[in-house]
């Protein structure tokens, strides 16, 4: 199995790096290039689920530390 490691980044999106793919609810693979992207964690994205960097203006907070 490849190694695919996801972070949450703090008071941002979830980064993800590795050999993976993401697919939608009709399980379409999503095109992304290259193995790492970032993930929409504070629903303000207009690129979801990519991360857009809204989560800035919004003022997004989440802890990201592992319990």
């Not at 290259?34 to 003022?59: I, M, N, Q, W, Y």
Request: with cysteine; proline share 6%; hydrophobic share 30%.
């Amino acid at each position: 199995m490849a190694d695919v490691t996801i972070t949450p980044r703090a008071n941002g999106p979830l980064m993800v790096q590795g050999d993976f793919k993401i697919v939608d609810a009709q399980g379409n693979e999503y095109s992304v290039s290259g193995d790492v992207v970032t993930l929409c964690r504070c629903g303000e994205s207009s690129e979801k689920p990519f991360c857009d960097g809204s989560h800035r203006p919004a003022g997004f907070e989440a802890s990201s530390e592992a319990r």
